[in-house]
């Protein structure tokens, strides 16, 4: 005689691995089926469920059996909840003592929490994207980003992320300081290497020129120009005043 009967967990995490029903000896598969839409069978003979390619929600399960001796049909109701993803967002290396923004993301709850093995602060450590501030003397710091308990049958999870914190470069040597009224100056930064920009202020101000060697255009008084190194990892040197000289031409 035909036995319909089977059994699920009453509740899966998305990420779990993929459940087949339980027919306790009595029942056995015919034909699974699943309302409402949304749920996807690995296999529909077998009943086995995909979670990851199911959408999240409560479903009523359907096994029905045809056959010489009878048929039978019975249900069984699946809960299916969202997986939790969070990521902390890559690895980052900054200026000793610069606050660094933060990129995390996560999904499946409405927040997570971040917590530090270093000495630094958070704006708010309850936000995916915080502002962290080094301690005095931090040279790295450890981040981890947590997902809030969920509610239903999914853990939280956590996700790393290593600030190292490096002293500034030292400030470029520049050559080049007086040239003739009407005519360019050429500057040049020799050391210590790197990517050496060129500025009109002490901070902030105009970038001029990126390179070396700048050629500041035909002048007429005398001005001040800044060079600062930056190396691969975006770390700034102080900048380096150079002051030009405009010597006046003399009247034959």
Known sequence: TANATFTYNAVYCQDAANPKPNFGGLGSGGTFTASPSGLVFGNSSTGEIDLKKSTPNTYTITNTISGVC???????TVTIDQAVTISAG???TAAAGTPVQLAGNVSGVPKGTW?????????????PNPVYTPGAGETSATLTYTSDDPTGSCLPKSD??????????PQPTVTGNSTCSGSAANLSAIAPGGTYNWYDAASGGTLLHTGA????????INMTYYGVTV???????PRT??????NSIPTA
């Open 115 to 127: 917590s530090s093995s270093g000495t630094g602060t958070f704006s708010d450590n309850t936000i």
């Open 70 to 76: 009878g048929n039978d049909t019975k249900t069984a």
């Open 241 to 246: 005043q150079v002051d030009v000289t405009v």
């Open 213 to 220: 060697n700048f050629m500041a255009p035909g002048l007429t």
């Open 231 to 237: 190396n691969a990892a975006g770390i700034a040197s």
């Open 90 to 92: 890559p690895d980052q």
């Open 160 to 169: 790393k992320m290593v600030i190292i914190f490096k002293n500034t470069l």
